[in-house]
């Protein structure tokens, strides 16, 4: 649950850093362009008193330095919660001025206070930040209205009517965002379960590589693409020589840690790009994508002497002293022109390599 908290919140930092950086600035500028045109309404009289001109000039300069952070990017992902709480601070401070200029309690842009907080609820980095805010926000309100009508206002239904709405209005977004974060929590938690769930059933349990079902989607996929884009597939199927002696003789856990070596032996001589299964019992089978025939032939050999080479447990024991493993390779087109075929082609040649000694590959 932690990992996914985590990777909420980087998601929920992203979608706040886009929004930083492509719309808060020009609503910054629409808000200082329509708080003139609104303060020039109501108090059109006063706005030659210098105070008034002071705060519009620095929140213009404030505004412009914001879409300055913006246009070039200088807001970062590691940077925007401590960017987004200033601002926010700072917008919410202007908006308490907005309301100590226009009358105060009696202010018609009290009630925007409220609706200031709800902007949150489109992006923001954590509920803790938020919880800041709303306190901020009730405390510019308070500050705003005593400082022009005094200890007086808190006898006035004005002041309980926007102070309740403002703190109504936290309440219900705090709500809202602490149901958005548990519901995209349980989203993503569904998700990785669905996406863990479908991982199992491709997987083979001991190996931990892919299992005889995927082998078969991915062979009849790869060959439909190899057809229509015309490029070759070499199969390759492993047998492990004289497993069934050396399980009789170590016990089946011992076969069972072989057959996990092996696979992570195949695994690092693999090119990334190749798909490694398990066939079944003591056999494996790689598709090589792109693969002709020589290159599967290097791949087979070279895989075997990483198996013989590998100090097995109990190897001295076996025939030769080491564990080896014997190699079919088919390659489409040169070998078959189907999937079935293809596989056919493999086991005959992988058969053709145990019977003649399995200490060699047949191509």
């Keep these: 649950m932690k990992r996914l908290k985590k990777e909420l919140e980087k998601q929920k930092i992203g979608q706040l850093l886009n929004r930083e950086n492509r719309q808060t600035p020009y609503i910054r500028i629409g808000v200082l362009i329509g708080s003139i045109f609104v303060t020039w309404l109501l108090k059109g009289p006063e706005l030659e008193r210098s105070h008034f001109l002071l705060v519009w000039f620095l929140y213009g300069v404030y505004t412009f330095f914001s879409w300055a952070l913006a246009h070039y990017r200088w807001i970062t992902k590691s940077s925007v919660t401590k960017w987004w709480i200033f601002s926010f601070s700072v917008d919410t401070s202007f908006g308490g001025f907005l309301v100590y200029s226009t009358g105060g309690v009696f202010s018609p842009v009290a009630p925007l206070l409220a609706g200031s907080l709800m902007r949150a609820l489109v992006a923001y980095p954590n509920l803790p930040s938020f919880y800041v805010m709303f306190l901020v926000h009730l405390v510019v309100y308070c500050a ?5 009508g005094g200890s007086g206002v808190l006898f006035r239904p004005e002041f309980w009517f926007n102070f309740l709405l403002l703190f109504g209005t936290g309440m219900i977004t705090a709500y809202v965002i602490r149901n958005n974060d548990e519901i995209s929590l349980a989203r993503m938690q569904l998700a990785g379960e669905s996406a863990e769930l479908k991982m199992l059933a491709v997987t083979d349990g001991l190996t931990k590589i892919y299992n005889y079902r995927y082998f078969q989607q991915c062979l009849i996929e790869e060959m439909r693409r190899a057809a229509r884009f015309d490029i070759p597939v070499s199969l390759l199927i492993f047998d492990i020589d004289l497993f069934k002696t050396y399980n009789d003789t170590f016990g089946h856990p011992a076969g069972d840690r072989v057959l996990k070596e092996v696979a992570q032996i195949l695994r690092r001589h693999l090119r990334s790009s190749d798909i490694l299964c398990r066939y079944g019992g003591d056999e494996f089978v790689a598709i090589l994508v792109g693969a002709n025939g ?38 489409y087109p040169d070998d078959a022109l189907n999937h079935v075929d293809l596989v056919a082609e493999a086991d005959r040649r992988l058969y053709a390599a145990k019977t003649s000694g399995g200490r060699e590959n047949n191509v």
């Design 294 to 331: 020589d290159d599967a032939a290097q791949v087979a050999r070279k895989t075997k002497e990483a198996v013989e080479n590998f100090p097995f447990q109990g190897r001295e024991y076996l025939p030769g002293g080491k564990l080896s493993i014997s190699v079919g390779v088919a390659t």
């Design 144 to 148: 705003a209205v005593l400082s022009l």
